[in-house]
């Protein structure tokens, strides 16, 4: 009965920030912990930010110190600010919340 959408994706240049948003509706709750990940053009999907029910928030090295995750239990949502994006951000980001899976939200990071 849970649907998550993400939403916040966009195009802009080197060095601005975006913030996506990952709502959850429905009988909504943690399995283990909430994510987001991401797929370029080219590449595999790859976690970029993860945080467990109870546990360590982990971050990959390539948006460590740049990307944050973080919530509002409130309102079943989970965000991901990212600042000093560059070019190598652009890809489609998929957010795992509540157990499920979001279609996706594309960032498209150029000059």
């Known amino acids: 009965q849970v649907q998550v959408v993400e939403s916040g994706g966009g195009v802009v240049q080197p060095g601005d920030s975006l913030t996506l948003s990952c709502v959850a509706s429905?009988?909504?709750?943690?399995?283990?912990?909430a994510g987001w990940y991401r797929q370029g053009p080219g590449k595999q999907r790859e976690l970029v930010a993860f945080s467990a029910v109870g546990g360590p928030t982990k971050y990959a090295d390539s948006v460590r110190g740049r990307f944050t995750i973080s919530r509002d239990n409130a309102k079943s949502t989970v965000f991901l600010q990212m600042n000093s994006l560059k070019p190598e951000d652009t890809a489609v980001y998929y957010c795992f919340h509540a157990g499920v899976w979001g279609q996706g939200t594309q960032v498209t990071v150029s000059s």
């Open positions: 429905g009988s909504a709750f943690e399995i283990w912990g």
